[in-house]
C-alpha cells in the first residue's frame, strides 16, 4: 500500500479514497477507520445478522416507492410526509436544492462539508465563504455571519450545526433567531447531519420551525446516524411547497431495497439505538482526554461525532496521514483540501477506547520520534508535494471569493501571487479575518477554549501591516418594493375554525420574539412582512401551523421526536419522546 498512497490521496480532489479503494490497495483488510464519520455501535451484531439472512430478497427486487419509504419514516419521527423528501444520501438533496433553489449565490461559513461550497461552485454559483477563526475556536458569530450575508448580497445562507469538521455547536434559540433575521433570503438551509450526537441541549434541532417558515430547509442524515453511510439515505424538512417541489423531481425509485429494509426495522430498535448515541458522547469526551494529553496537540470542543485536532508545531498532516496508515493501518482525516483549514488539522472519528488506545500509540510513535522512522514533527512537509495547507487554500478564496469555478480556475491558472482584489464591503482585516463589530442585544456564541500549545519557534518578522484603507461605498441595488400583507388578506383554512379573538398563553409560542432590550443591527432585524404563521392561518404551501404541528392550535404540540417512551428518543437523541 505504501507505494500507492499519494496516488490515492491526490486522486480523490476534496475527500478521501473510499474504504473499499484502500482495501483494494491492501492485503484484503481495511485499515481502522477514524476518517468517515458513522455510528460504530449501530446498527447491533443481531440487526447485521437479520439483514444477511434477508439478503437475497433485499437485493433481488425492486423497492418499494419513495413514497412508502418516506411516509414509514415519518410515522417514525412524527413528521407529516408532505413536509419531507427522502433522498440517496444528504449529497442529492444538496444538489437537488443547489439546482432548484440557488439562484445566484450562496453564503457559507469555511471550513465545512465540502459538498456545500463545491456544489453550488460546478453549477457556476457565486459562493461567498465565510472565514471561521481559529483564534476563536472555529466558533461561529451568527450575528457576523448575518452582516456578512447582507455586505455581500448573498441570496442563500447555510448553516452547518453541529459543523463538519470541528463540530461547533449553535443553540436552537440562536438558529431560529438567525432564520427569522434571513426572512427575506431565497432559502435558508440548516444542516443537522450530525446533531444526532449532540448532547449540550435537550431539543437542539428546528424541523418544527422550518415547517412553519416559506424558506428555510433542514436537512438530516441516516446513513451517519445509523452507521450505515453505504445505504445512502438521508431526508430534509421544509414546509409542503419547498419540500414538494424537491420531492417532485427525485426519482420514484431513488431509495434502495436495502434503505426500505432497514427503515421498516428500526421501530423495533429504538432502545438499542438510543444506547448507540449515549455511547458515542462517552466515548468523545474519552478520547478528548486521551488526545489532549499529547504533547503539542489540540483538541478542539465537538458535539459531532468527530474531534477536529491541531497538529503540534512543526508536524505536516499529509506525513502524518501516511504513516499513520501505512505504519500502523489507521486511517485519518487530513483536512489541508478543506477550504479554510490546514494540512496542521486532522479531524478524528470517535471511535471505542481500544481503537482510541491505538490511535494514541501511533500519533505518539509518528510525531515523536519513538519508532524507526523518526519524528514527524521536524519534517515541515518534507517528501510532500501535494499539502494544500492555509496559505494557498486561503489566497484562493480571498482572490475569488464569489466567481465561483471559474473564478477559482483562472486564480490557479495564473499562479502565485495572485493580483490584489476589489474589497468586499465587509473590511477584512491584516490578518486575513472577516472582523465584524458585534451585534448589541443577540446571543453570541458561547466561547470554545483553545488550548494553548507548547512552546513553538518565533516566527519570520513580517513587515508592519499597512492600515487598511476604508472600502469604497459600493451602492446595493434597491429592493424591490414588497406590498405589506395585512392580517385580513390571509385566506382561512376550510377545515379548521379561526382561533379566538384572544390567543390562550401557550399558542404565544408561535409568535415573533419580543424585541431586544437593547438595539439590534440591521443585519439581524426580522421584516416586518415576515416570521411564524400564526395559528389558524394557512402557511405558505397550504397548511395552517396547527395542520403542521398537529395540535388544534390553542395547545402546545409536542416535540418532533421518535415516538415510544420506551423506544425511541427524540429527533436529537436526547431524552424520550411523549407516548
Known amino acids: 500500500m505504501a507505494d500507492n498512497v499519494t496516488s490515492l490521496f491526490r486522486s480523490t480532489a476534496a475527500h478521501s479514497p473510499s474504504m473499499a479503494a484502500l482495501t483494494r490497495e491492501s492485503d484484503g483488510?481495511?485499515?481502522?477507520?477514524?476518517?468517515?464519520?458513522?455510528?460504530?455501535?449501530?446498527?447491533?451484531?443481531?440487526?447485521?445478522?437479520?439483514m444477511a439472512s434477508r439478503l437475497r430478497d433485499i437485493i433481488t427486487y425492486y423497492p418499494s416507492s419513495a413514497d412508502t419509504i418516506t411516509a414509514e419514516l415519518c410515522s417514525l419521527l412524527r413528521l407529516p410526509p408532505q413536509c419531507v423528501a427522502m433522498g440517496n444520501g444528504s449529497t442529492e438533496l444538496i444538489t437537488w436544492i443547489d439546482h432548484l433553489l440557488v439562484r445566484e449565490s450562496l453564503a457559507?461559513?469555511?471550513?465545512?462539508?465540502?459538498?456545500?461550497?463545491?456544489?453550488?461552485?460546478?453549477?457556476?454559483?457565486?459562493?461567498?465563504?465565510?472565514?471561521?477563526?481559529?483564534?476563536?475556536?472555529?466558533?461561529?458569530?451568527?450575528?457576523?455571519?448575518?452582516?456578512?450575508?447582507?455586505?455581500?448580497?448573498?441570496?442563500?445562507?447555510?448553516?452547518?450545526?453541529?459543523?463538519?469538521?470541528?463540530?461547533?455547536?449553535?443553540?436552537?434559540?440562536?438558529?431560529?433567531?438567525?432564520?427569522?433575521?434571513?426572512?427575506?433570503?431565497?432559502?435558508?438551509?440548516?444542516?443537522?447531519?450530525?446533531?444526532?450526537?449532540?448532547?449540550?441541549?435537550?431539543?437542539?434541532?428546528?424541523?418544527?420551525?422550518?415547517?412553519?417558515?416559506?424558506?428555510?430547509?433542514?436537512?438530516?442524515?441516516?446513513?451517519?446516524?445509523?452507521?450505515?453511510?453505504?445505504?445512502?439515505?438521508?431526508?430534509?424538512?421544509?414546509?409542503?411547497?419547498?419540500?414538494?417541489?424537491?420531492r417532485s423531481m427525485l426519482p420514484k425509485w431513488n431509495l434502495n431495497s436495502f434503505a426500505e429494509h432497514v427503515v421498516f426495522m428500526l421501530k423495533e430498535h429504538g432502545a438499542e439505538y438510543a444506547q448507540s448515541l449515549h455511547q458515542v458522547r462517552r466515548d468523545r469526551m474519552d478520547m478528548s482526554g486521551q488526545l489532549s494529553s499529547l504533547p503539542g496537540l489540540t483538541v478542539y470542543p465537538s458535539q459531532g461525532n468527530f474531534l477536529f485536532v491541531r497538529l503540534p508545531v512543526g508536524a505536516e498532516g499529509t506525513v502524518v496521514r501516511d504513516r499513520l496508515l501505512t505504519e500502523h493501518r489507521i486511517l485519518v482525516r487530513e483536512c489541508g483540501n478543506k477550504i479554510g483549514s490546514s494540512s496542521r488539522f486532522l479531524r478524528l472519528v470517535v471511535r471505542p477506547q481500544v481503537d482510541v488506545r491505538r490511535l494514541v500509540t501511533g500519533l505518539e510513535q509518528v510525531l515523536y520520534g519513538t519508532s524507526r522512522r523518526g519524528a514527524a514533527v521536524p519534517e515541515q512537509a518534507t517528501g510532500?508535494?501535494?499539502?494544500?495547507?492555509?496559505?494557498?487554500?486561503?489566497?484562493?478564496?480571498?482572490?475569488?471569493?464569489?466567481?465561483?469555478?471559474?473564478?477559482?480556475?483562472?486564480?490557479?491558472?495564473?499562479?502565485?501571487?495572485?493580483?490584489?482584489?476589489?474589497?468586499?464591503?465587509?473590511?477584512?482585516?491584516?490578518?486575513?479575518?472577516?472582523?465584524?463589530?458585534?451585534?448589541?442585544?443577540?446571543?453570541?456564541?458561547?466561547?470554545?477554549?483553545?488550548?494553548?500549545?507548547?512552546?513553538?519557534?518565533?516566527?519570520?518578522?513580517?513587515?508592519?501591516?499597512?492600515?487598511?484603507?476604508?472600502?469604497?461605498?459600493?451602492?446595493?441595488?434597491?429592493?424591490?418594493?414588497?406590498?405589506?400583507?395585512?392580517?385580513?388578506?390571509?385566506?382561512q383554512p376550510a377545515a379548521y375554525p379561526e382561533?379566538?379573538?384572544?390567543?390562550?398563553?401557550?399558542?404565544?409560542?408561535?409568535?415573533?420574539?419580543?424585541?431586544?432590550?437593547?438595539?439590534?443591527?440591521?443585519?439581524?432585524?426580522?421584516?416586518?412582512?415576515?416570521?411564524?404563521?400564526?395559528?389558524?392561518?394557512?402557511?405558505?404551501?397550504?397548511?395552517?401551523?396547527?395542520?403542521?404541528?398537529?395540535?388544534?392550535?390553542?395547545?402546545?404540540?409536542?416535540?418532533?421526536?421518535w415516538p415510544g417512551a420506551q423506544s425511541w428518543p427524540d429527533a436529537a437523541g436526547m431524552g424520550q419522546a411523549a407516548g
Not at 465584524?436 to 519557534?457: H, I, M
Not at 519570520?460 to 469604497?472: G, K, M, S, Y
Not at 438595539?519 to 395559528?535: D, I, S
Open 499 to 561: 382561533p379566538a379573538s384572544q390567543p390562550l398563553a401557550p399558542a404565544a409560542a408561535f409568535a415573533a420574539p419580543a424585541p431586544a432590550p437593547t438595539p439590534v443591527p440591521a443585519a439581524m432585524q426580522v421584516p416586518p412582512a415576515t416570521g411564524p404563521t400564526p395559528p389558524g392561518v394557512p402557511a405558505r404551501g397550504g397548511l395552517t401551523a396547527a395542520q403542521v404541528r398537529g395540535t388544534d392550535g390553542l395547545s402546545m404540540a409536542p416535540a418532533t421526536g
Open 384 to 491: 510532500t508535494a501535494y499539502s494544500s495547507g492555509t496559505a494557498a487554500v486561503d489566497r484562493l478564496v480571498s482572490q475569488t471569493n464569489g466567481a465561483g469555478t471559474r473564478g477559482l480556475a483562472q486564480a490557479a491558472g495564473a499562479g502565485m501571487p495572485l493580483p490584489a482584489a476589489a474589497p468586499a464591503p465587509a473590511a477584512v482585516g491584516p490578518g486575513g479575518g472577516m472582523p465584524v463589530p458585534a451585534a448589541a442585544g443577540l446571543p453570541q456564541p458561547e466561547p470554545r477554549p483553545v488550548p494553548q500549545e507548547a512552546p513553538r519557534p518565533q516566527p519570520v518578522p513580517q513587515p508592519a501591516p499597512q492600515p487598511v484603507p476604508q472600502p469604497i461605498p459600493v451602492p446595493q441595488p434597491q429592493p424591490v418594493p414588497v406590498p405589506q400583507p395585512q392580517p385580513q388578506q390571509f385566506p
Open 29 to 50: 483488510a481495511g485499515p481502522v477507520d477514524f476518517c468517515i464519520p458513522c455510528n460504530p455501535y449501530f446498527p447491533t451484531p443481531a440487526m447485521f445478522d437479520e
Open 108 to 246: 457559507v461559513p469555511v471550513p465545512t462539508f465540502g459538498r456545500w461550497t463545491d456544489q453550488p461552485m460546478e453549477t457556476g454559483k457565486r459562493v461567498d465563504m465565510f472565514p471561521l477563526q481559529e483564534s476563536s475556536g472555529f466558533a461561529l458569530d451568527l450575528a457576523q455571519y448575518a452582516e456578512f450575508i447582507r455586505a455581500r448580497g448573498t441570496r442563500v445562507a447555510v448553516v452547518c450545526n453541529p459543523n463538519n469538521p470541528d463540530g461547533g455547536f449553535l443553540h436552537r434559540h440562536a438558529v431560529v433567531q438567525f432564520m427569522d433575521a434571513m426572512a427575506d433570503l431565497d432559502l435558508v438551509v440548516i444542516d443537522e447531519s450530525f446533531l444526532e450526537f449532540a448532547d449540550a441541549e435537550n431539543e437542539p434541532s428546528v424541523v418544527q420551525e422550518a415547517m412553519l417558515r416559506p424558506n428555510v430547509i433542514v436537512l438530516r442524515s441516516l446513513g451517519k446516524n445509523f452507521g450505515l453511510h453505504g445505504i445512502r439515505f438521508g431526508y430534509m424538512v421544509a414546509n409542503p411547497a419547498l419540500a414538494g417541489r424537491v
